[in-house]
């Protein structure tokens, strides 16, 4: 029996993919008080948005999404074989960004970023392995993604409305300003 092992990368499989040397790249943003208490708030939604490679989108909730010690979001994917996997795997060899959102009752906030790495083995990895298997058994731990946010936008209704009609006085409905 012959065993081949091919080692490629993905610019020869895949000619658009762009590689940038670590350190090089885009800038981290300073996550504010209010996001980290949101990021840490039992109560608050978190979704996550990604892209297939036909440029499909993908939505799920990620309750794990959380601020490590640098700054960067991570979260903990379960599923080996999930979508959000395969998505993010996607990001990362094509520079792709994702869009999370943390909401709760009075707050609507969204956060993009590029998927920077994903652990599958090390400390962290055998950290948040013990913590998943403490609170559920028969769970796995597939990865512990980190996501580098680049841009933080408020998406409650009454901050954005607020910030339309400041900066856009002029769209709106007519029947509004005729009163």
Same mark, same amino acid.
């Given at each position: 029996m012959i065993i081949a092992v091919v080692v490629t990368t993905p610019e020869r499989i895949w000619p *658009?993919? #762009?590689y940038e040397p670590e350190g090089g790249g885009r800038m981290a943003i300073e996550i504010s008080d209010e996001i980290k208490g949101l990021l840490q708030d039992k109560n608050t939604l978190k979704a996550l948005a990604s892209i297939d #490679?036909?440029?499909? +989108?993908?939505?799920v909730f990620k309750g794990s999404i959380n601020l490590d010690e640098e700054?960067? /979001? %991570? %979260?903990? *994917? /379960?599923l080996e074989t999930s979508q959000t996997n395969k998505n993010l795997t996607y990001s990362i060899w094509f520079d792709k960004k994702v869009a999370i959102n943390l909401y709760n009752d009075k707050k609507s906030i969204q956060i993009k970023g590029t998927p920077k790495k994903v652990h599958i083995t090390g400390r962290l990895f055998e950290e948040k392995y013990?913590?998943?298997?403490? $609170?559920? +058994? #028969?769970?796995?731990l597939s990865g512990v993604w980190i996501i580098t946010p680049e841009e933080i936008r408020t998406e409650t209704f009454? !901050?954005? /409305?607020?910030y339309e $009609? !400041?900066?856009? +006085?002029v769209i709106g409905h007519l029947d509004r300003d005729l009163k």
């Open positions: *658009e993919y #762009k #490679k036909d440029g499909v +989108p993908h939505v700054g960067n /979001l %991570f %979260f903990l *994917e /379960l013990q913590e998943v298997r403490a $609170r559920n +058994p #028969k769970a796995d009454s !901050e954005r /409305l607020e $009609r !400041e900066h856009y +006085p």
